[in-house]
């Protein structure tokens, strides 16, 4: 029976996303899309034709409801992120997103050449994040950071709360709420090619790799190799030791 | 010092009040009026009235750099005849090129006396910018450049107010490329003296003369939000105070400004409002004596009382245009050109490891077939 799948890969089942990552991942996933809809429309929002009275209707004003109810979702699943960040596993450490040993850069160069460029090689198999894509999760953390500041900024003024109040020397840094408001705008668009490239290469991983990349931020396995698990106990960008 | 150089010799307030022929309805009129416009409680009306019937009148050098004269000219209009009589034209101010009598040497000298009878005791009003390129040769006043001018009368003031956009933010003639380099003067003020910044294109007359009575009731400076505006007048936005808003919270808006949404007196985001950007006071004081603001009449908010309004997007969109792509492209332009490339990208992408990881591929695909046959033997 066992010589039957000698050829075989034999893969083992590895616990990478834990119940938060990727409760955080969900929740992250649609506040933005969320947060880009009201924001567009916000932006832009669409000619209504009304026989109503102004006060029989509310339409701008639930729309900015749902923005902000999902503005504070966002900022507060993102704090939670940066927290597990220090109390996950290896694979949701901080390390994982931050260029700070060669051994980050070499990797980062490597999926380049053979998962961008396709240039012929070994085949880069990681089991968390790759280096390449922790740094571009690193740069989104950065837009994350963008976006709340910024926001909240705008959202200042309409709120008695001292949170965002936290928030009003951002428009004053930036010269004003009318280049805030623009910088949010702008902003919004490194989420949405973000989102597009991100997707493309959760099913391109899934596609090359065959370990259930997509299902990974379901149940949080990935089905690593053994010989990967044999070569390297934990292959991870910056490893704890 | 001696006795005469000390504004206690002046008369107070109301005492010219009074010898300009106001009775004492007119001035707690007055004095009510400017305690509400302050933003104070009623209890305070009592202070103020006090503090003017008390306090000798502080004497004001009023600077004219690079301007157009509109925030003189929104001062002295401000509703109560006693800001225009009293507190400005005839009593309170020594220097000022566009209302003084005096010219030439004659005026350059009074401006001098005042500065050193009353060193430390003057406000000093700056109306412009003061250009910085070519060595200040594009605003010079009696041989001296403005910025001479602002750096000499600063340095003994007690406070000085940057009256307007110009000298607070600049104005329109700091808007790119700036060819003076007109600067506000915040970023040249040398002399450790407080600043107020009172923006707008011009500020509203009543905003200006309750700035100074504050200085005059409190003998200091209003209090100020981050950017240096007394928060009296400039913690709201314009949205905040405006009467269009109800229509906003709904989702009507003007799509153009001869449309039927117009006439109904929709919310006029959708033509470039930048009422939800603006800290200013219009919709609550409005202009003209309380006539009406710029809203009011049908018109955008232009955001004239915010830094680099003039720079910072188009007046009658709410898109602003990106620099360098055009003139109709704006974020949105880019963003979608941007999403069209990834698309593109990606399809490419895609195509390229069909070809490039053949191998793999076509491994990984075996492997699984095979496990597919073996399960059904
Ligand atoms: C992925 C995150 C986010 C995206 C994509 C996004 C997108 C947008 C967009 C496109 C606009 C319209 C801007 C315009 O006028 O052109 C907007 C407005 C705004 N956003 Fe966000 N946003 C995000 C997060 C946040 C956060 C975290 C806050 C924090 C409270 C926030 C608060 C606001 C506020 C206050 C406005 C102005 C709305 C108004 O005044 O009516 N946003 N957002
Ligand atoms: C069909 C939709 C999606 C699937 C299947 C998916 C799947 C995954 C997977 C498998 C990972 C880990 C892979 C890796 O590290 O390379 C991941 C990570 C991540 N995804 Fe997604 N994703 C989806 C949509 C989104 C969206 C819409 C966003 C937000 C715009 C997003 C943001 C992120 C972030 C920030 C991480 C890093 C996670 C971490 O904190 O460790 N994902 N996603
Ligand atoms: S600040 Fe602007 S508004 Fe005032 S004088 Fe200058 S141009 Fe006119
Ligand atoms: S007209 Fe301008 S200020 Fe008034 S509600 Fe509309 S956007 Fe706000």
Redesign the interface.
């Known amino acids: 029976m066992a010589n039957?799948?000698l050829?075989?890969?034999r893969l083992r089942r590895v616990y990478v996303w834990e119940l938060p990552v990727r409760f955080y991942h969900w929740l992250n996933a649609l506040v933005i899309i969320a947060l880009i809809a009201t924001g567009f429309y916000i932006?832009?929002?669409?000619?209504?034709q009304?026989q109503?009275e102004?006060?029989?209707?509310?339409?701008?004003?639930w729309?900015r409801y749902i923005h902000f109810a999902a503005a504070y979702l966002f900022f507060f699943n993102f704090l939670f992120r940066l927290y597990w960040g220090f109390v996950g596993n290896k694979y949701a450490n901080w390390k994982q997103f931050l260029p700070i040993s060669k051994k980050f850069f070499k990797e980062m160069w490597y999926v380049f050449r053979m998962d961008?460029m396709?240039l012929?090689g070994k085949?880069h198999m990681s089991i968390g994040h790759n280096a390449m894509a922790g740094f571009i999760y690193f740069l989104t953390f950065i837009a994350f950071l963008v976006q709340c500041l910024t926001g909240f900024g705008l959202y200042a003024?309409?709120s008695t709360w001292w949170l965002p109040k936290l928030f009003?020397?951002v428009p004053?840094v930036f010269?004003?709420?009318?280049?805030?408001?623009?910088i949010h705008?702008?902003s919004?668009?490194f989420f949405?090619?973000f989102a597009?490239?991100h997707v493309?290469l959760v099913f391109?991983h899934d596609?090359?790799e065959?370990r259930g990349e997509i299902s990974s931020m379901g149940g949080g396995w990935k089905f690593i190799e053994e010989e990967v698990f044999e070569r390297n106990h934990h292959q991870t960008p910056n490893p704890e030791n | 010092m001696t006795n005469d150089a000390s504004p206690n010799t002046q008369p107070t307030y109301y005492q010219e009040v009074e010898r300009k022929g106001y009775s004492r309805r007119d001035f707690i009129g007055f004095v009510t009026m400017m305690t509400a416009f302050m933003g104070l409680e009623k209890s305070a009306i009592g202070q103020v009235a006090k503090a003017l019937e008390t306090k000798p009148r502080i004497p004001v050098i009023w600077l004219h750099f690079q301007e157009c004269t509109c925030c003189s000219e929104s001062f002295i209009r401000s509703s109560h005849p006693i800001v225009a009589d009293i507190l400005l034209d005839k009593i309170s101010l020594d220097y000022s090129e566009t209302l003084m009598a005096a010219s030439g040497f004659q005026a350059e000298e009074a401006m001098k006396n005042t500065m050193t009878k009353y060193k430390g005791e003057y406000i000093l009003c700056v109306e412009g910018s003061v250009p910085t390129g070519a060595d200040g040769v594009y605003c010079m006043i009696g041989g001296k450049t403005s910025m001479q001018i602002l750096e000499e009368a600063a340095a003994g003031a007690k406070a000085v107010i940057a009256w307007g956009s110009c000298a607070s933010n600049g104005c329109v003639q700091s808007a790119k490329p700036n060819p003076t380099k007109a600067t506000p003067i915040h970023k040249l003020l040398k002399a450790n003296v407080p600043l107020i910044k009172v923006p707008g294109c011009p500020p509203i007359g009543e905003v200006m003369a309750g700035v100074i009575v504050h200085l005059v009731t409190f003998g200091k400076i209003p209090e100020l939000d981050r950017v240096g505006r007394p928060k009296a007048f400039y913690s709201k936005r314009v949205h905040d105070s405006c009467y269009r808003r109800p229509f906003y919270d709904a989702g009507l808006f003007v799509e153009t400004f001869d449309d039927e949404n117009a006439k109904k007196g929709y919310c006029l985001y959708k033509v470039g409002c930048k009422g939800p950007s603006t800290y200013n006071a219009c919709g609550v004081m409005k202009w003209n004596n309380g006539t009406s603001y710029p809203i009011q009449s049908g018109h955008p908010c232009i955001g004239c009382s915010e830094e680099n309004y003039w720079d910072n997007g188009r007046l009658y969109e709410r898109a602003s245009a990106f620099a360098g792509f055009g003139i109709e492209a704006n974020a949105d332009t880019l963003g979608k050109v941007a999403l069209a490339a990834t698309g593109v990208a990606v399809a490419a992408h895609a195509v390229a490891t069909n070809v490039r990881k053949k191998k793999l591929i076509f491994e990984l695909e075996k492997e699984g077939k095979q496990s597919e046959q073996e399960l059904k033997s």
């Open positions: 039957k799948y050829h075989i890969h932006a832009n929002p669409l000619a209504i009304s109503h102004a006060s029989g209707q509310y339409t701008m004003g729309i961008i396709m012929k085949e003024p309409m009003t020397w004053a010269g004003g709420d009318i280049l805030t408001r623009q705008h702008w919004m668009w949405i090619l597009v490239i493309y391109y596609y090359v065959g």
